[in-house]
Structures are given as C-alpha cells and as structure tokens.
C-alpha cells in the first residue's frame, strides 16, 4: 500500500505565503510526477503544478509565477511553496503522485488533503 499525506495548510492572509509539504511512503517502485490539486467545494479538482521525474515543471495559468513546486527524490517528498496568495486560492489541496506500486503501471494515490484559507 502507499499512504500520502499532505501538510502546512491553515489560514494566512491576502499576499503572504505558505508552502504544502507532501509525504508518500509504502510499496513504491517507481514515482513518475507529483502534482498539486486544489478542490474548492462545489468544483471539480483542477491540477495546480506538475513536477516530473525528468524535472519538468508545469503550473496552471492561474498560480504561474506565484507557486514552486520541488521535490526531494530519496525521500519521496514533494513541496508547493506558495507566494503571494489571493482570497481565490483558498481551497482543500491535495497531492497526487503517479506512482508504480508494483502493479506494472502508474497509478494516483490521494491524500486526505490540507485547507489553505487566504483571508484578512
């Protein structure tokens, strides 16, 4: 099995910054792309960021120039640092990497997500 657990969501005010941490641990042979997902209530996930095993970096047009998403290989840990965070970013974030947990293929594991409120 493999367990994702994402961190460092909670309340911060218009223009600050924050940076999500994701953790995945278990049966993982091989991890393809990590990417942050953003779900507000109501809406459908939208992807935020992709981070490749090659180190391609692709952000939705929404967060491109404000949010950086990196990753520590040996550990399996992945980042989102956000900056300059707008009221419109507050949402549930989740992680999603690609991984091959043996199966032969790549397949999305989720977390439970973390909450980022941006609100004065």
């Known amino acids: 099995q493999v367990h994702v657990v994402e961190s460092g969501g909670g309340l911060v005010q218009p223009g600050g910054s924050q940076i999500l941490s994701c953790a995945a641990t278990?049966?993982?042979?091989?991890?393809?792309?990590v990417a942050w997902y953003r779900q507000v209530r109501g809406n459908r996930r939208e992807i935020v960021a992709r981070?490749?095993?090659?180190?391609?970096?692709l952000y939705g047009e929404s967060v491109e120039g404000r949010f950086t998403i990196s990753g520590d290989n040996v550990e399996n840990t992945t980042y989102l640092q956000m900056s300059s965070l707008k009221p419109e970013d507050s949402a549930v974030y989740y992680c999603?990497?690609?991984?091959?947990?043996?199966?032969?293929?790549?397949?999305?594991?989720w977390g439970q997500g973390t909450p980022v409120t941006v609100s004065s």
């Open positions: 981070f490749t095993k090659k180190g391609q970096r």
């Open positions: 999603g990497p690609e991984i091959d947990d043996g199966a032969g293929s790549w397949q999305i594991f």
């Open positions: 278990g049966r993982i042979v091989a991890v393809n792309a």
